[in-house]
C-alpha cells in the first residue's frame, strides 16, 4: 500500500485539479466545502460508501495542509488516527508515508493508553493526501470559493426545517446542486486573525477570508446557535539560528511503528528520522508576557480558548513563576524551520522576537513567521444529529472545528463520520451511528452532539469509559468489519486483512486456551517465571500469558508446533490475554448502554407539550439538547430517573403507533 | 457489536425474556467463567417488598436470571422448582453457611408469568428485622445477586410491557416519589457527619483519578510533576485503610436503624421470661414455672434510654432435639414476633449483639470462690459452641443476671454482689429479683451503657454506616482499589480503571462524577498545553 504511491509533483497536481474544474458537473450526490483535515476525509469517504462527490476549496495546494504543529496523533489522538484508519480513511496511511519521527507515548503505561504519534513531513503530507484524493473515483475536486448555501423555504408542515438543495460559488452564476452538504470550514466561518494590535478578516495566514454568505446562511436563514471560539499557533523558527546544544535532545523510536493496519512499515527508515528537542521558558518569558499585554488584542478578548492548548501568555498568566516545556519540532526532512510546540503567542512580532530570545536555546533565534492568534465562529453542536447532520436542515452536515473541536484527528474523524452519512443521505440509505462502547469517534461524536462545547473540545483517553476495550490495538476488529458489513465505508481489500488477522487471533486464543498443564509442568517449562499457585493448579495458555514475566513468544518457543504460526500476533496476544478478564467484565455495561442507545427519540417531539409526567426543567434540559437516543438522554446533566422512566413510556408507546402505522415499510432509525 | 437498527422497547423486552428463559437456571450460577455473552446483561435484583419497620409477614422479591437459583439454594429445592405461582412453605437457609434462618412460603413465577416480566421469586417469611436482615445478606451472598435500586422493579416490569397505560401513568409520579424519598434520605444523611465522611472520600478519590489520568493523558508532553503518581500510591493507601476501619464498625449504624440484637439465655426455668416481661413491663411471653414452658424465640422490640433493642427469649438451653408444637402463638401481643425455632438457641446467641445470661441464684454454691468458678463453667457451657470450644468470650458482648435474689437470704445477696464485681473473668454482674423487681434499675443503666457502646454515640466519634446498601458499595470500592494497587506497576490504564471503578461505585452514594469533573480538576491542578 505505501510502497505503491508515487511521489507527486506539485504543478501536476494543480493541473489536474483545475482540469477538473473546468469539467465540473452541476449535479452531484455530496458536496464537501474545505479542504482540510475534516474535508479530505469527508469527501474520500462520501466517495468510499458510493456517492459522486465535489470538494470545492479555496486552493487546491492547500488541500491536506497542516496548518498548526507538524505532527500527528499523540495519546488520545493516536486511537482516533486508528480508528480512522480502520474505517479505510486518509490519515493514517499519509501519517506512514509523510512521517519522520515515530514514537509510542506512554509507552510504560499499558497498552490501552499508548499513543501513536508521529512528527511529519509537511510536504510529504499535503502530497500524500492530495494524490490520494485524485485516485479516488468519484470524487472531483474543484477550487473555488462558496458564496451561498442554497436551501429550501422552511416545509410549511415543519417550521424552521429545510432543505439542502446544493451551493453557490462566488464566481460562478449557476448552482451546483446536491442531496447533501458537508461544511468543514474549519476557522474561516467569519474567522479574524489577529497579531499584536491588529486585526484582520481571515482563518489563516496567507489565505482569502471565506465568503460571509455562508455564515449569514447558518445564523439568519437557519436560525443556527452560533458561538465564538480562539485558538493559535507559535511563530515558526530558522533552524540554523537555535543553538541546539542548550537543548535536550529527543530521539524518536529506533522501530518506527506505523500507524495503519495495512502498513508493515513506513516510509521514512528508521535511521532517516529526526530528532525533537526540549527546552524550556525562563522568568525572562514571563515578563515580556505582562509587559506587552496591553498591546496584545487577543489575549484580551474574553472568546474560550482551549484549556490544553493554552499560549504562552495564558500558561504564564494561570501559572506564574513556572518553567513550561518548549519542545522544539522539525517540520520536514529538508525544511530549514522548526515548530515551537508550547510558545502559541499573539503579540506584535518584534515582541514575539524579544520573548523568545529570553529562552537560552533561542538566544539569537529568527522568527520566519510570526505567531498569531484566531477566532471564528462555530455551531453549537448540539444542534446535529449523531450522523452530524443540522438536525433541523435535511442533508446539512457539520465536521471539524466549526463543531467546536480543536485538532487534526479529531476533525479527520468528524469529516469521515460526517461523509459516510452524507453519502448513505444522499443513496437514501439509513443514517448510521457509533457507539461510544465501541470507539473513540462515538465517544467524540457522542459528547458533542449530547453535551455541546463550552471551549474547544480535544480527545483525550480519559473521555472513553471503555478505555480498557477501546484500545488502539483492536481498532481494526471494533470497526473493519462493521464498516464493511454495515457502514459500506471500508474497501474488501482492507476488509479481507481485518477478517484474517480476526480468524488468526480467535485461532491463536483458542490454541492457548487448549494448551493445560499444571502449575508443576508449567515450572519446568519455563524455570524462569514466578508461580505463586500451588502445585496442583491447572493453567491454560491463556492463563500463563497474563504473568508480567511470560510473552508469547516465550510460549511459542515451548510449544513451537501449534503456536508458531501465530508469531505475528505476538503482541496483539499479549495485550489481549490481560486485557481480556477486564473487558468481559465491562461487557455487562456495555450492552446496557447500548440497549438504551437503540432506543430512538424523535426529533420532532415538543418537549413542552409532550402528554408525560415531566418537570418544567427537564422539559427545557430536553428541548435545549434534543437528544436522539435514550442513553443520550440518561446522560445529560438534570436528567431525573423519573424523566427516563416517562420518555421511556413515550418511545414505546410511540414506537407502537409508529409500527403499526408503517407496517410495510423497512424500519428506520 | 450490537447491529445499530432500532428495535424498539418492546424486542427489546423481549428478547431479554428469551434469554432468561432458555437457559438452566443452574448455568447461571457460574457467570464469571464462559457463560454465553447475552446471559450476563440482566442482573438479578432482590429487595424487601413489603414495607420497612415491624410487621406480621415479609416479603422479599427477587426479579432476574438468577432468581431460580436464589430459590434452589435457599429453599433447600435441590432437585426441581416448585410449581409455578403456588405458595410452598420452606425452611429458609443461608446457603454459604447452611443454617437455618426462617421458615416460610416461597413462590416460583418462571417468566414472563411475573411482575417484572423475567423470572422471579418471593420469600414470604417472619417480618422481624432480624429475620428480614438475616434472609437479605443470604441474598446478597448468591452470585449474580445485587439489591435493587429505588423503582427498579416497577421499571422493569415497565420495560418487559408488563404494566397496562393506567398503571403506567401513576409510575413516574411513583418512582419519582421513591427517588424523592431516597434523595431525601440522603440528604439527610449527607448533611451530617456521615455525609461530610463520603464527601470528603469522594473528593480525594476524584483528585486520585484525577492525578493518575492527568499523568495518562499528559505527562508525554507536559510538566507532570515527579511524585505525581507517588502521592496518588499514598493516598489510595489511606483511602483503603480509613474505608476498611468504617466498614470494621462492628456494625453499629446500622443497629441504631435496625435496633441492637440483645439475646436472653440460660438454663431452663431460670427466669428467662419473667425478665423479658420485667423488661417490657407487661407480660409478654408466656411465663410459667415449669421446664420448657418457652420453646420459641420470641422477639419484642424496646426502648432503652433511645436506643432500640430486640430482646429475644429464647428456650433453655437443653440441646433438646424435638420439634416444638406452636402452642400459645395466638395469644402473642402487639409488637412481638413468634419466630420458628428450628435448630438450638445457641445460633442466636452467637448472632446476637449482646446476652443476657440469666442464672438462678438458688443453684448458686454458697461460698463465693465456687460460685464464681459455677458462673465460669455456666457461661462456657451456655454461650461456646460446639465447632469452636476455645473461643475466648469477648466480654463486653455478656451479662451475667443473676436472678430470684428474692430466695437468697440479705446478707448473702450482698456477700454475693459485693463479692462477685472482683472477680476477675467474669462479665458484669447484675443481682435482680423479677419477682420484687429489686436491682432492676441498676441492671437498666448497665444495660444502658452497653447498648450504648454497641450502637455507638450518634452524636460524637467517627460516623457509621447506617445502611446496608453502602456498606455493598463501600465494599466494592474497597475492592477497587486494590486493583490500582494490583496493576500500579503493570499496566496503568487497568490501575486507573481500578480508582474509576471505585469512584463510581462511592459514586452510587455521594452522585456520579463524570469525566468532565475529573478533566476539571486536571486544569486546575496542572498547567497543561498540547
Avoid at chain 1, 471494533?478 to 471500508?490: D, H, I, N, P, S
Avoid at chain 1, 496476544?573 to 424523535?602: F, G, S, W
Avoid at chain 2, 449527607?190 to 464527601?199: P, Q
Avoid at chain 2, 432492676?440 to 467517627?462: I, M, R
Amino acid at each position: 500500500m505505501l510502497t505503491k504511491k508515487p511521489p507527486v509533483l506539485q504543478s501536476f497536481l494543480s493541473l489536474v485539479f483545475r482540469r477538473a474544474s473546468h469539467l465540473a458537473r452541476q449535479q452531484y450526490d455530496v458536496i464537501v466545502v474545505g479542504g482540510g483535515h475534516a474535508g479530505t476525509e469527508a469527501a474520500a469517504a462520501a466517495a468510499r460508501v458510493g456517492a459522486e462527490t465535489l470538494l470545492v476549496t479555496q486552493k487546491t495546494n492547500t488541500i491536506g495542509a497542516l496548518s498548526c504543529n507538524p505532527s500527528l496523533g499523540g495519546v488520545g489522538k493516536g486511537h482516533l488516527v486508528k480508528e480512522v484508519d480502520a474505517l479505510d480513511g486518509l490519515c493514517g496511511r499519509a501519517g506512514d508515508w509523510a512521517g519522520i519521527h515515530f514514537s509510542i507515548l506512554n509507552r510504560s503505561k499499558g497498552p490501552a493508553v499508548w499513543g501513536p504519534r508521529a512528527q511529519l513531513d509537511r510536504q510529504r503530507y499535503r502530497e500524500f493526501i492530495q494524490s490520494e484524493l485524485l485516485s479516488t473515483p468519484r470524487l472531483t475536486v474543484l477550487e473555488g470559493s462558496v458564496e451561498e448555501l442554497l436551501v429550501t423555504e422552511p416545509n410549511p408542515e415543519e417550521p424552521g426545517h429545510h432543505r439542502v438543495t446544493g451551493i453557490r460559488l462566488a464566481n460562478g452564476s449557476h448552482p451546483i446542486s446536491a442531496s447533501s452538504v458537508i461544511l468543514t470550514t474549519g476557522t474561516f466561518l467569519s474567522g479574524s486573525l489577529f497579531v499584536g494590535q491588529t486585526t484582520s478578516p481571515g482563518g489563516r495566514i496567507g489565505d482569502a477570508p471565506s465568503s460571509a454568505g455562508l455564515s449569514h446562511t447558518l445564523r439568519e436563514r437557519l436560525g443556527l446557535r452560533i458561538g465564538r471560539l480562539r485558538t493559535g499557533t507559535p511563530p515558526r523558527i530558522v533552524k540554523d539560528t537555535v543553538d541546539l546544544s542548550l537543548t535536550n535532545l529527543h530521539p524518536p523510536d529506533s522501530h518506527p511503528t506505523p500507524f495503519s493496519f495495512l502498513n508493515t512499515h513506513t516510509r521514512c527508515k528508521p535511521e532517516e528520522q529526526l530528532p525533537c528537542y526540549l527546552t524550556h521558558t525562563t522568568p525572562g518569558v514571563d515578563r515580556v508576557v505582562r509587559e506587552s499585554l496591553h498591546l496584545n488584542c487577543h489575549i484580551q478578548q474574553d472568546t474560550k480558548g482551549p484549556r490544553y492548548c493554552p499560549s504562552i501568555e495564558s500558561r504564564v498568566l494561570r501559572f506564574p513563576g513556572r518553567s513550561h516545556q518548549v519542545w522544539l519540532e522539525p517540520e520536514g526532512l529538508n525544511s530549514d524551520l522548526l515548530y515551537p510546540q508550547g510558545l502559541s503567542m499573539t503579540m506584535p512580532p518584534d515582541v514575539q522576537l524579544r520573548l523568545i530570545r529570553e529562552i537560552p536555546a533561542l538566544h539569537r533565534a529568527e522568527i520566519h513567521t510570526p505567531g498569531y492568534g484566531v477566532q471564528y465562529d462555530f455551531v453549537c453542536p448540539t444542534q446535529l444529529s449523531p450522523a452530524l447532520q443540522v438536525k433541523s436542515t435535511q442533508g446539512l452536515f457539520l465536521a471539524g472545528q466549526i463543531n467546536g473541536t480543536t485538532g487534526y484527528e479529531e476533525a479527520a474523524a468528524q469529516g469521515l463520520w460526517a461523509g459516510v452519512n452524507a453519502a448513505r443521505s444522499a443513496l437514501s440509505m439509513p443514517p448510521v451511528a457509533l457507539s461510544r462502547t465501541e470507539s473513540y469517534i462515538g465517544v467524540l461524536i457522542d459528547d458533542l452532539v449530547s453535551r455541546g462545547v463550552t471551549e474547544p473540545y480535544r480527545m483525550f483517553t480519559s473521555r472513553a469509559e471503555f478505555r480498557t476495550s477501546l484500545r488502539p490495538d483492536n481498532a481494526d476488529l471494533r470497526l473493519t468489519l462493521k464498516g464493511f458489513e454495515e457502514v459500506g465505508c471500508v474497501s474488501s481489500l482492507r476488509y479481507q486483512e481485518a477478517v484474517r488477522v480476526r480468524d488468526g487471533l480467535q485461532n491463536a486464543l483458542a490454541a492457548l486456551q487448549t494448551l493445560t498443564l499444571s502449575t508443576h509442568l508449567w515450572r519446568k517449562k519455563l524455570p524462569d517465571i514466578g508461580m505463586s499457585e500451588s502445585k496442583s493448579t491447572i493453567l491454560t495458555g491463556m492463563d500463563l500469558l497474563q504473568y508480567n514475566d511470560v510473552s508469547f513468544e516465550m510460549l511459542a518457543s515451548v510449544f513451537p508446533e501449534c503456536l508458531s504460526p501465530y508469531m505475528e500476533f505476538s503482541q496483539r496476544l499479549n495485550i489481549e490475554a490481560v486485557y481480556r478478564p477486564h473487558c468481559d467484565l465491562q461487557k455487562k455495561e456495555i450492552e446496557r448502554i447500548q440497549k438504551e442507545e437503540n432506543m430512538t427519540l424523535p426529533q420532532d417531539i415538543d418537549y413542552f407539550s409532550l402528554p408525560v409526567s415531566l418537570s418544567q426543567e427537564v422539559r427545557e434540559i430536553l428541548d435545549r439538547v434534543r437528544p436522539s437516543t435514550l442513553g443520550a438522554a440518561t446522560r445529560l446533566q438534570g436528567m431525573t430517573p423519573a424523566a427516563v422512566v416517562n420518555l421511556l413510556r413515550y418511545v414505546q408507546h410511540t414506537g407502537q403507533r409508529g409500527r403499526r402505522a408503517h407496517r410495510n415499510q423497512p424500519d428506520q432509525k | 457489536m450490537l447491529p445499530f437498527t432500532c428495535r424498539g422497547i418492546w424486542r427489546a423486552a423481549v428478547h431479554t425474556l428469551r434469554t432468561s428463559r432458555g437457559t438452566p437456571p443452574c448455568r447461571l450460577l457460574s457467570t464469571c467463567d464462559g457463560v454465553p455473552p447475552g446471559l450476563a446483561d440482566a442482573e438479578t435484583i432482590f429487595a424487601l417488598s413489603s414495607g420497612h419497620g415491624r410487621c406480621g409477614v415479609a416479603v422479599i422479591r427477587v426479579s432476574g436470571p438468577a432468581s431460580a437459583t436464589a430459590l434452589r439454594c435457599m429453599a433447600g429445592l435441590t432437585r426441581s422448582l416448585p410449581p409455578p405461582r403456588a405458595a410452598l412453605l420452606r425452611s429458609i437457609t443461608d446457603p454459604q453457611a447452611k443454617e437455618v434462618l426462617d421458615r416460610g412460603l416461597v413462590l416460583w413465577f418462571p417468566a414472563p408469568h411475573s411482575f417484572t416480566g423475567e423470572d422471579s421469586v418471593e420469600f414470604h417469611i417472619h417480618g422481624g428485622p432480624a429475620v428480614v436482615t438475616a434472609v437479605l445478606q443470604a441474598l446478597g451472598s448468591v452470585p449474580g445477586m445485587r439489591p435493587a435500586e429505588a423503582g427498579e422493579f416497577t421499571r422493569r416490569a415497565f420495560q418487559a410491557g408488563k404494566l397496562g397505560l393506567t398503571e403506567v401513568e401513576g409510575l413516574g409520579d411513583l418512582i419519582h416519589a421513591e427517588t424523592e424519598a431516597q434523595r431525601r434520605q440522603a440528604l439527610r444523611q449527607m448533611s451530617g457527619e456521615l455525609g461530610h465522611l463520603y464527601k470528603d472520600w469522594s473528593h480525594r478519590l476524584k483528585r486520585c483519578l484525577a492525578h493518575v489520568e492527568a499523568f495518562i493523558d499528559f505527562s508525554e508532553d507536559e510538566l507532570i510533576e515527579d511524585g505525581v503518581l507517588n502521592q496518588v500510591d499514598r493516598s489510595v493507601c489511606a483511602l483503603q485503610a480509613e474505608m476498611e476501619r468504617h466498614l470494621k464498625d462492628e456494625r453499629r449504624g446500622e443497629r441504631l436503624r435496625s435496633g441492637v440484637q440483645v439475646v436472653i439465655a440460660g438454663a431452663t426455668n431460670a427466669g428467662k421470661s419473667s425478665l423479658l416481661n420485667t423488661l417490657c413491663q407487661r407480660p409478654a411471653a408466656i411465663v410459667s414455672p415449669i421446664a420448657g414452658t418457652t420453646r420459641d424465640v420470641v422477639e419484642t422490640a424496646l426502648d432503652i434510654g433511645g436506643f432500640p433493642v430486640l430482646l429475644s427469649d429464647t428456650a433453655g438451653l437443653r440441646d433438646s432435639p424435638d420439634l416444638v408444637e406452636r402452642e400459645g402463638s395466638a395469644e402473642l401481643g402487639k409488637g412481638q414476633r413468634l419466630v420458628t425455632w428450628v435448630t438450638t438457641g445457641r445460633t442466636w446467641v452467637e448472632q446476637a449483639d449482646l446476652t443476657l445470661v440469666v442464672v438462678d441464684c438458688a443453684h448458686l454454691p454458697t461460698d463465693v470462690q465456687q460460685a464464681a468458678a459455677f458462673l465460669q463453667g455456666h457461661l462456657k457451657s451456655v454461650l461456646q459452641t460446639q465447632e469452636q470450644p476455645e473461643t475466648a468470650l469477648p466480654a463486653d458482648r455478656y451479662l451475667l443476671v443473676l436472678n430470684k435474689t428474692d430466695l437468697l437470704p440479705e446478707d448473702q445477696r450482698q456477700k454475693l454482689d459485693r463479692e462477685l464485681r472482683q472477680v476477675s473473668g467474669l462479665p458484669p454482674v447484675c443481682l435482680i429479683s423479677c419477682h420484687t423487681n429489686e436491682g432492676l434499675q441498676d441492671f437498666l443503666t448497665v444495660l444502658h451503657s452497653n447498648v450504648k457502646t454497641l450502637c455507638g454515640d450518634p452524636l460524637s466519634g467517627a460516623p457509621t454506616l447506617t445502611q446496608a446498601r453502602h456498606r455493598a458499595h463501600l465494599q466494592q470500592c474497597v475492592a477497587a482499589l486494590a486493583q490500582y494497587q494490583q496493576y500500579r506497576n503493570a499496566d496503568l490504564a487497568l490501575a486507573a480503571e481500578g480508582v474509576r471503578l471505585a469512584l463510581t461505585s462511592l459514586g452510587r452514594i455521594t452522585g456520579r462524577v463524570g469525566a468532565e469533573e475529573i478533566l476539571d480538576i486536571i486544569f486546575k491542578d496542572f498547567c497543561i498545553g498540547k
